[in-house]
């Protein structure tokens, strides 16, 4: 490892990140960063910790002299990253470890999700534990799984166990900038049946949409990017009663916008393909010029495959990915919030189905149940398509009266010399769950800034961690 990466600093934030980059810790996939976190405090003189059934870990830590009446605060994060990669990596997020690299102050992997999300937090958080010096409250380090693919490690975790009376969740992404609320959501699989029947055309080709930068599908939703599939729903679309199917499949997890998405397709003669082609590679880069002007339309010729979609199946998965809302469905003007959206995050194939799988989002619970989702279905009636629900999380509400946030904002001020930005956030945080448990709890999260979270350009600011992480422990100071 490079002598750069080494003195990163602070380096007890980024020596605790080289370590967990080195254990694969996809949603999923966290037996072993599980059992590493339970190892580094198992045993150690001035720590308890607790692993559960669904593999959180727990720390406490005791309250430093003068701060035993304080209240207990809990750290929060979660130990799961996204798992993304260039079309030609050959990274196995089973197995490999990250490939760090510094540019220009930032911190990369190499073709792959970086893993700040929410890495960085985790480290913060096991940071303050290790620090002797640091005046601080009786902390409550609470590290979560699975987030990213359904909170379930915060569903499973039994809150009635936890002592704190203030939580600061430490996975958000911008820097300056305290959250006070983020939206509730849920997802929708569609289920097709896959039928096929046996092809009679002497040519195939593969149309790939890439060059796409994707991104969050909460934070980054109101962006307008690109997402692969509503491309190439458009293509096809236009390219019916000239091809057949025999192939479609895009995207990758539900919270990710899809950089991705390609179609086999067969035909006597290809000529109208990439007649098509040509014009829609036109348009798209004319349409999506100052959001993803790398939007790339291409074309391989392979054999001809035994098999296709039949119609029916063709026609109700195209109609299904270009009828489907993605992006923003409502927004709050006075407030500048994206308020409500779906996601259409992606289609494969599963046994005997192709599964096009939906992620919805809003910070008004009845948006989610009695709108989205209501709708979602519809559609899937319409085609005659059957669907099931995945899991919910709920909203987090703003709090008028919350002391968190003015000691939050007070340490601020005095570090930085300004009012930080205090807002809510399309995107969903944990918080919500856990105040569905304990409504007392006074909660708040911010977070160093990072860049392209859910992609293979996640990046974070060196600088602004080293910022946000004294800032946290100039609040955690300052309750008493």
Not at 292 to 306: K, N, R
């Amino acid at each position: 490892m490079n002598t750069e990466l080494m003195n990163l600093q602070p380096a007890d934030v980024f020596g605790h990140f080289r370590a967990i980059a080195a254990i694969p810790h996809g949603s999923g996939n966290e037996a072993a960063i599980s059992a590493y976190l339970f190892g580094l405090y198992d045993g150690r003189e001035g720590y308890s910790v607790v692993q559960d059934a669904a593999k959180n870990i727990i720390i406490r830590k005791a309250a430093t002299p003068g701060y035993e009446n304080a209240p207990v605060v809990m750290l929060q994060a979660h130990m799961d990253m996204v798992c993304e990669k260039t079309a030609d990596s050959q990274h196995d997020f089973t197995k490999d470890p990250l490939q760090l690299r510094v540019i220009d102050g930032h911190l990369y992997a190499t073709d792959t999700t970086l893993g700040a999300d929410n890495g960085i937090g985790l480290c913060m958080a096991l940071a303050v534990l290790d620090d002797a010096e640091l005046a601080h409250p009786a902390l409550e380090v609470v590290i979560t799984t699975d987030e990213e693919a359904g909170m379930t490690g915060a569903r499973e975790l039994d809150h009635s166990a936890l002592t704190a009376q203030m939580m600061i969740n430490l996975d958000d992404e911008e820097e300056g900038c305290f959250r006070v609320g983020c939206a509730g959501g849920g997802r929708y699989i569609y289920e097709v049946p896959l039928l096929q029947k046996a092809n009679t055309a002497a040519k195939a080709v593969r149309l790939t949409v890439s060059g796409l930068q994707g991104g969050h599908s909460g934070a980054d939703i109101h962006l307008e990017r690109a997402n692969a599939l509503k491309l190439l729903g458009r293509v096809l679309y236009d390219l019916r009663g000239k091809v057949e199917i025999a192939e479609l499949s895009g995207g990758g997890l539900a919270n990710t916008i899809a950089r991705q998405a390609e179609a086999l397709l067969v035909a006597d003669e290809l000529d109208a393909v990439y007649a098509a082609v040509e014009r829609w590679q036109k348009i798209f880069a004319n349409e999506y010029a100052t959001t993803d002007g790398g939007v790339t339309l291409s074309l391989i010729e392979e054999p001809a495959p035994a098999l296709i979609y039949a119609s029916t199946t063709a026609n109700a998965l195209l109609y299904l990915i270009n009828v489907v809302p993605h992006g923003v469905l409502k927004r709050d003007n006075s407030i500048d919030l994206v308020v409500t959206s779906n996601n259409l995050a992606s289609v494969k194939q599963v046994g005997d189905m192709l599964e096009v799988y939906c992620m919805f989002r809003s910070s008004i619970d009845s948006q989610c149940t009695d709108d989205v989702l209501p709708r979602l279905k519809q559609i899937g009636e319409l085609l005659g398509i059957g669907g099931v629900g995945g899991d919910s999380y709920p909203g987090w509400q703003y709090r008028p009266d919350s002391k968190i946030r003015e000691i939050c904002r007070e340490a601020y001020i005095k570090r930085c010399g300004s009012e930080p930005k205090i807002a809510a956030i399309h995107a969903g945080l944990e918080c919500g769950l856990f105040l569905q448990q304990n409504p007392q709890l006074d909660a708040i999260a911010f977070g160093p800034t990072l860049y392209g979270v859910h992609t293979p350009e996640e990046h974070a600011d060196i600088g602004s961690v080293e910022r946000v992480y004294a800032l946290l422990k100039d609040i955690l100071s300052s309750i008493k």
